[in-house]
């Protein structure tokens, strides 16, 4: 009889806690601050990857056109449109993926999970203190079930954002990496169409004179294939950075985050589950 109160009475308080929890705005508040902050961040960059894609889509179909030989942009230029188009559908996951996030959190905000919530807790109590053994596993699994869903993302927002913050933004910074991406989609823009240079203030001769002596160096051309060798090789290592740390943020980490989580509350009610059949006769004598 005696363990039965001492459990019944850490139940309550147990339950107490988790109502208190559950009215505690702030941690939804800063879960819901984060993800939309996360949220406009992916579409950001996705406009920006977009846009990226189309500026190397034009410059592939132009040509270099030096004495003697005829040099197509989009040999150089095929593999980084490949890793871009690649990239953007990771990012389009990444925004549903928060999205989603942002649905279910708005569900988890409403009145009526919080009464169902309350509501499964006290059911919770209830049919332990009238010794229900047959319904109260089902009862305490789905109560834990409900206990995941209220607090799994708000917790695992705020976790990946500390994560995010202390561990790998050090290295991979998205605000970073994304204006580096801009800065590079504006220089193929340039590089696109820039054209040789020749003074207006020339007689005809002497530009058709200059026109001549750039041709034959060929430097104009040599620094213009240098400049796509440099954006493809810069563009590269930004946007496998960008993979990177979207792929942790949005994806790794969430799905190791909630197995875990979803392990500690609801699996773990399994061996509950094995010890309640064990001593049942003590706990709900």
Do not use: C, W
Not at 182 to 207: F, G, H, I, M
Not at 214 to 233: H, N, P, V
Not at 252 to 278: S, T
């Amino acid at each position: 009889m005696l363990k039965k109160i001492i459990f019944a009475a850490f139940l309550f308080m147990v339950s107490v806690f988790l109502v208190l929890s559950s009215q505690n705005n702030k941690i939804n508040e800063q879960g819901a601050e984060l993800i939309n902050q996360s949220f406009e961040e992916s579409i950001a960059l996705y406009a920006t990857v977009r846009v990226l894609n189309g500026v190397i889509s034009v410059a592939q179909g132009t040509e270099l056109s030096p004495p003697g030989a005829t040099i197509t942009i989009g040999e150089i230029l095929d593999p980084i449109n490949d890793l871009v188009e690649r990239f953007s559908l990771l990012v389009l996951i990444s925004v549903a993926s928060l999205g989603i996030q942002k649905i279910l959190l708005n569900m988890i905000n409403t009145d009526m999970f919080f009464y169902v919530f309350v509501f499964s807790l006290v059911m919770t109590n209830i049919t332990f203190l009238l010794q229900r053994q047959f319904y109260y596993g089902y009862i305490f699994k789905t109560t834990a079930i409900i206990v995941f869903l209220n607090f799994s993302i708000p917790l695992m927002s705020i976790s990946n954002n500390i994560v995010y913050d202390h561990f790998v933004k050090q290295t991979y910074d998205i605000q970073t990496l994304s204006k580096q991406i801009q800065t590079n989609a504006d220089n193929l823009k340039q590089t696109t169409t820039k054209k040789p240079e020749l003074k207006d203030e020339r007689s005809l001769l002497e530009k058709v004179t200059d026109k001549i002596k750039d041709t034959i160096s060929l430097q104009f051309y040599k620094d213009k294939l240098e400049d796509y060798k440099k954006f493809a090789k810069d563009t590269t290592g930004y946007i496998i950075d960008l993979f990177i740390v979207f792929m942790f943020k949005t994806i790794i980490f969430p799905i190791i985050f909630l197995f875990f989580l979803y392990q500690v509350i609801v699996l773990r009610i399994d061996r509950y589950n094995g010890f309640k059949d064990r001593y049942s006769d003590t706990i709900f004598r």
